[in-house]
């Protein structure tokens, strides 16, 4: 699918839907540039946009059309036969968190950024074009160059990891809890589960905050030097975000240790129990294995009264165990 707006370069939103054949007039129009959005395209629309109307580098096009799990950034300056005007390309990555499968899954997101043009590639329905166009098809005033749509873009990209990190702290949340109540393996499990998932998200959000730092050092002429402070603040935004990852590994490591110390302390209940019962016992053990030999010789089988002595003693000694743990304390 193509999408794709004209704006002026006062900031006024003035098309939508341009045909391919007339972008080429638009973007040698000086009071206009153009946005065009690629969601899902097939190899027909791939061909037209990227190689026929915009002439982007062939190693652009093709790490833009392959999926890339590392965020990139690199500067493409026409050369000798070129025909395509300078630009940015830029490849990061939107991110979800689905409580029900307890994993972060990333969408590609890929900026072709030119003086006169901005396209954007995806494979997936994302919030953060959604959330653009929304803004586009609502106000009349939006952006007086591509780089502040770009800025609009990576702005709503970022702010849609809160969400994310949000299901994540309810998660950790209830996990918590779940840890005071009861330890059982399946808490364990999902400890170790989310903690993986906390660490795979800075994973792919520290590389992130590497390209991101680049625009916002205003590396690259394309982006207007007004413009470097606001893609300074995203990447502030994405820093913070990623602190906050941080923050919540923490967290996973301490609820791993209180379940751990939690474990052994049950572990070690049922050994003292176990070891009391045995202690208790031992007078009736000791007695009934003496008797239990059965010598004809031992006087006391004998003996009228011998087998309520033995019991009386029995009961004297084991009685007389367990009070004297309870006086210390130990039950």
Known sequence: MIRSYTFSTQGRLDGENI???????ILADTQLFLWVDLENPDEGEVRMVLNDVFKFHPLSIEDCVKESSTPKVEEYLPKDDDLFSP??????HAVDYSRKDGVFATSELNFFLGRKFLVTFHD??????????????????VAKAPDRVAHLLLDALVDNY?????????????????VLERTEKATLNKIIQVKKEVFHLRQIMDPQRQVLSRLARGEFQLIRP?????????????????????????????????YLNLSSNQTGEVVK??????????????????????????PEISSEWGYFVVALVTLISTASTYWYFRRKKWL
């Open 19 to 25: 045909e391919p054949f007339l972008m080429p007039t």
């Open 87 to 92: 630009y940015v390309f830029l490849v990061i």
């Open 273 to 298: 129990l176990l070891t009391m019962i045995t202690l208790i016992t031992t007078p009736m053990m000791m007695i009934g294995t003496w008797y239990g030999m059965n010598f004809s010789s031992m």
């Open 124 to 141: 997936k329905q994302l919030r953060s074009i959604d959330h653009t166009l929304d803004i586009c098809g609502k106000k009349k005033w």
């Open 226 to 258: 007004k413009m470097v402070p606001y893609y300074r603040d995203v990447y502030d935004g994405l820093f913070r975000i990623y602190e906050r990852a941080q923050t919540y590994t923490d967290s996973l490591t301490g609820i791993l240790q209180v």
């Open 162 to 178: 809160r969400p994310a990190l949000e299901e994540l702290a309810l998660e950790i949340s209830e996990i918590e809890d779940q």
